[in-house]
């Protein structure tokens, strides 16, 4: 995988531009059956920096998203067309095993979903299942800590993780997708149900953890893509010819960019909360 | 719900709605306690005629094997083993297969249609009245098993379990055909609970790099260990208490013998044998072994509570 071979529309800024891509696609077209979902998509996600997805309801973002580490696949309809290149490796050739995917690409999800089990036992899930040889304890305190939750919990860790405040929970959740150490953390929505403390946290949370992974969030919230993000792709939905809605990718760009001077009209509509 | 705070209501209710909600309050009330007050009349009753039987016979009962309505002897130890190992023998088998099942039925390993259908199979196994099993032991479970039963003896004959030499009824096709009776019950409940798991919960372990089987063992089937329990334990009183199948098929003798090929006989086949030409103090030794049943029902209910309720923690 070479820079060279990014897509000429990728982002400008020279920063953006020197760092490899951890993940691209080109000519992405995603389908549940014969809708499609998404169409055409061309983009590219740096290394160790935080990409925001923004976009009216519907537009595909999850959808997209989803396809990053493959949970697509337990859609039975799901099907896609194009490339998807994690670090030049088709991520949907034949000969790709999604599990270990999956193992690279976390994911966080929107709703706080943690196991009923003990905090603990949410923690160290990934790595049981990968049958991680190391400390577990340690793996819990560190990945506790980089979730800042450690303080408040470190002594509850046999208490179920279901016990939490919302906010915990869904720290916990960022602790249990960084204790697998995964290159890359998909967030969907991650503080869509929190309170603007928690929010906070975890927005900080984000700044500690693009030091070590590259982080795509998905977000309703635009100062907070503003907050977090390097980089900010903004979709869209329009009616296709046979009258079904697909979204599609508006522009992708540094996210003073699209904030402050994008390129097309329907992005500058959208940031500036003119959207109809 | 009885305490109604004047303050809180904001348009005064006609005296209609009042009366009809405070007699539905009412009549909920009593069904509840109905229930109740039927359950402890059933026990009462059984104490009461169980009393001679007591008063003869007292805990020796449970470890007499006599069962001899001429000398007035009775002991109960055959059929409450009877009782246990055949019910052992069905949750040995029904648990792993019944769950099994559930967890096929509730995955996406079959398209919707098909797994609808099995589904409805399933479920229309309980509905088959049990002395039809009883009839199909007879004419088409016994003669197959008759075979395995023969091959035990002769290659296993060593092993206490197999020791004897099979003679078509007995504690084995008993436990088989409670094993078919009992499928139906854990399996739909367990395929319901698992059913109704949140989707977040495989889309999370999913998305850490587990695979689908460790998904199901390591998550979906412990956060619906509950129901499982639940339906292990309401199988276990089915099998516990099922008569008419197990009496053609388990050979009513009133002995104590180890080997699964040999005849035995439970308690709930005891009774419907002998209640109808039963008399005086064999009434009550009756009575006595249905009060035992009973006993050994609500063991098993309060034991599957204690179960949930360590599981429960998280
Ligand atoms: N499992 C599915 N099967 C069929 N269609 C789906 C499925 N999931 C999503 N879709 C459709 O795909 C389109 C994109 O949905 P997606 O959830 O990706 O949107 P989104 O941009 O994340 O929206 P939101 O901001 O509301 O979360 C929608 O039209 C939706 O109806
Ligand atoms: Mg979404």
């Known amino acids: ?276 | 719900m009885t305490v109604r705070n004047p303050s809180s209501v904001t348009r005064p209710r006609s005296d209609t709605e009042r009366i009809l909600d405070q007699s539905f309050l009412w009549l909920t009330r009593l069904l509840a306690y109905a229930i109740a007050a039927v359950l402890l009349a059933i026990a009462f009753q059984v104490l009461v005629q169980s009393l001679p039987a007591i008063q003869r016979f007292g805990v020796g009962f449970i470890f007499s094997q006599d069962w001899d309505p001429v000398k007035e002897s009775y002991g109960a130890l055959p059929m409450i083993y009877g009782t246990l190992v055949s019910a052992l023998i069905a949750l040995l088998l029904a648990v792993p297969i019944g769950v099994g099942i559930a967890v096929f039925l509730s995955e996406n390993f079959l398209p919707l249609q098909v797994r609808t259908v099995l589904v409805f199979l399933v479920e229309l196994l309980a509905a088959i009245p049990s002395v039809v099993y009883g009839l199909w032991g007879i004419f088409v479970l016994i003669p197959i098993l008759r075979g395995f039963g023969v091959w035990l003896f002769e290659n296993f004959g060593w092993f206490p379990l197999f020791s004897t030499q099979p003679s078509g009824p007995g504690m084995l096709p008993a436990g088989v055909i409670l094993t078919i009776m009992i499928l139906p019950i854990i399996t739909a409940i367990s395929r319901d609970s698992l059913a109704s798991l949140p989707p977040e919960l495989r889309q999370a372990s999913i998305g850490l790099g587990a695979t689908r089987w460790e998904t199901i063992i390591r998550v979906l089937i412990p956060a619906a260990f509950s129901g499982i329990v639940g339906a292990v334990m309401l199988a276990l009183g089915r099998a516990m208490g099922e008569t008419m199948a197990v009496t053609m098929l388990i050979g009513n003798a009133n002995t104590v013998n180890v080997s699964l090929l040999a005849p035995g006989n439970t308690i709930a086949s005891l009774l419907a044998n002998q209640f109808a030409e039963a008399s005086g103090l064999q009434v009550a030794a009756l009575m006595y072994a249905g009060l035992i049943l009973f006993v050994l029902t609500f063991i098993v209910n309060i034991f599957a509570e204690l179960v949930i309720l360590k599981v429960k923690k998280f």
């Open chain 1, 1 to 276: 995988m070479n820079p060279q071979d990014r897509p000429s529309h990728s982002v400008g800024s020279p920063k953006a531009a020197s760092a490899t891509p951890v993940l691209e696609t080109r000519n992405l077209n995603i389908y549940y059956g014969s809708f499609l979902a998404v169409r055409e998509v061309s983009m590219s996600i740096p290394n160790n920096q935080v990409t925001a997805f923004i976009g009216p309801s519907g537009c595909g973002k999850s959808t997209l998203l989803r396809c990053f580490n493959r949970l697509n696949d337990l859609i039975e309809t799901f099907r896609v067309e194009g490339d998807l290149n994690y670090h030049g490796q088709n991520l949907y050739a034949p000969k790709v095993d999604a599990v270990d995917v999956r193992r690279r690409i976390g994911m966080v999800f929107q709703k706080p979903n943690p196991f009923p089990k003990s905090i603990y036992e949410n923690v160290v899930y990934g790595a049981r299942v990968n049958g991680y040889k190391g400390d577990l304890d340690e793996l819990v305190e560190r990945s506790l800590t980089q979730a800042a939750l450690w303080d408040e919990v470190k002594d509850k860790l046999k208490t179920s993780g279901l016990a939490l405040s919302g906010g915990q929970q869904q720290r916990l959740c960022i602790a249990r997708t960084i204790a697998v150490q995964p290159e890359v953390v998909l967030m969907d929505e991650p503080c869509a149900s929190l309170d603007p403390i928690s929010t906070l946290k975890i927005e900080e949370l984000m700044h500690e953890l693009k030091q070590q992974y590259t982080i795509v969030i998905v977000t309703h919230n635009m100062q907070q893509a503003s907050r977090v993000s390097d980089v900010t792709a903004f979709f869209n939905v329009r009616l296709t010819d046979t009258g079904k809605r697909s979204g599609y990718l508006v522009e992708h760009d540094r996210t003073e960019n699209i904030f402050q001077n994008p390129k097309e009209e329907s992005t500058q509509e959208y940031v500036s909360g003119r959207f109809g």
